[in-house]
């Protein structure tokens, strides 16, 4: 269901359910969890690469899965509900720098996927949903992450109408970064960037923007100076403004 693949310190996770259009089963789900909390502790994983085969990047739920829910009670959808969480904000708390490679359409879940990465590029052709109330339920679980990632406004209108969206609109409300032609050379040029750069200062600047986001400016300034000393007196810290002053690539990129 799940294909993971390690190579030169980039981990590829790819959905491969082409046949249900990458639809999230509760195996999938499990799969998903376990491959994240264990990339988050690989040392020899600096990117990470969320993909997926065939005409779309994920259809939301399963449909097998749907019906199997349809006479569970209230506490057995609580539990359902906390798993699927679980997923989304295990791949939102990994450390290590996601990017969403979306090759086709993406709804309701699927857009959940993409907003607990840290950037997104798409294809143009791709479309997208939020179409929980189409069927009368809620974007639940996803919707602190999508609100994060598109905002007050732009959540209210697409959880609202259900509305389908194309890839530029994608880019103009942040839930994609970029909308290209060519997919693989534009995710293979990022994560080429991203390996120039020190990897602690990588996964410290994902937790930054984590940590600042919300907060009030001068509560924002005194977490971010502590970043920034500490970073400063790092062994990392210490090699790349080496480097830079001696005029010669730090360590991590020889």
Known sequence: MIKLDINNQVASVTLNRPEVHNALSPEMIAELTK??????????????????????????????YMKSMVNASYEENLKDAEVLGQMFKTI???????IAKVQGSAFGGGVGLISVCDIAISKDEALFALSEVRIGLVPGVISPFVVKKVGFSNSSRYFLTSERFDSNKAKEIGLVNEVVKDLD??????????????????????????????????????????YISKCRISKEGQEGMKAFLEKRKPKWTL
């Open 35 to 64: 491959i994240f909390l264990d990339l988050d502790k690989d040392k020899n994983v600096r990117v990470v690469v969320l993909a997926a085969e065939g005409k779309s990047f994920c259809a939301g739920a399963d449909l097998n």
């Open 92 to 98: 939102y708390d990994c450390s290590k720098p996601i």
């Open 185 to 226: 050379m534009k995710v293979n040029e990022l994560v080429s960037t991203i390996l120039e750069n020190g990897p602690e200062a990588v996964s410290a600047c994902k937790k930054l923007v984590r940590d600042v986001v919300d907060r009030e400016i001068n509560d924002a300034l005194d977490v971010s100076k502590e």
